[in-house]
């Protein structure tokens, strides 16, 4: 378990809790996995949705994508203080892990499950897996990193399994410091997740061909 406080509070209220979730690919009964979409800053669920139509896998795949109350998940930087952030990180997290279990009582597990999001929605599913380490089908982090001030390696514990995590952001990202993403990295690897980072040269804030290629590998090494 992680130091941090766990967001599995079923009567947890805050700004993301009654919110649309927005749905495509097979219903969960039909579905070989599932996949958990963020959307950034001012995006929308059904924006994020949009990405998987460049998905190129033969799985069956049932897609969830989260709304942001306001479109935005927290207020300020993901590098602020987290209580500034608040309550919109925590209520964000919790949504995150009111669809994981939604989908579990449909009878796909965790390590059935891909976490994928873009920019404030990467920041998002990266701290959550962190928070909450356990075996993922897959963390697809774009444009993004794990949230806070600093990053406090020792508040983080537990054992993600070897869960493939892919990391994709510009090495001069006006949003994501690529020290933040080195970070990531390193933290990901001490919870036991396998790691692939590309750092691109020069490139925007952006989801670029080759990191859709990455996507497609790893949907389909399962």
């Not at 969830?64 to 500034?84: I, L, V």
């Not at 001030?149 to 690529?178: M, N, R, W």
């Amino acid at each position: 378990m992680s130091l941090f406080r766990v967001t599995e509070d079923t009567n947890f209220e805050g700004p993301h809790q009654n919110t649309l979730v927005a749905e495509t690919g097979v219903p969960s009964s039909e579905a070989d996995y599932a996949m958990i979409m963020i959307h950034g800053r001012g995006a929308s669920a059904p924006s994020i949705l949009d990405l998987s139509s460049a998905f190129e896998t033969d799985k069956k795949i049932t897609y969830r994508a989260p709304q942001a109350n306001g479109h935005t998940w927290y207020p300020y930087s993901f590098m602020a203080p987290t209580d500034r952030n608040e309550p919109g990180l925590s209520s964000g997290l919790q949504k995150i892990h009111d669809i994981i279990e939604e989908l579990e009582s449909d009878g796909i597990s965790k390590d059935r499950i891909f976490l994928l999001g873009f920019s404030q929605g990467a920041c998002l599913a990266s701290e959550f897996i962190a928070r909450h380490p356990a075996k993922y089908a897959g963390l697809i982090a774009l444009s993004g990193g794990v949230i806070g001030e600093s990053v406090d390696f020792d508040q983080y514990t537990g054992d993600l399994q070897k869960t493939p995590a892919f990391l994709g952001c510009s090495d001069v990202d006006p949003h994501i410091p690529k020290e933040r993403v080195n970070e990531t990295e390193e933290l990901l690897k001490q919870l036991g997740a396998d790691v692939t980072k590309k750092l691109y040269p020069g490139m925007g804030h952006l989801v670029n061909e080759d990191e859709i290629k990455h996507i497609n590998a790893l949907l389909n090494s399962k």
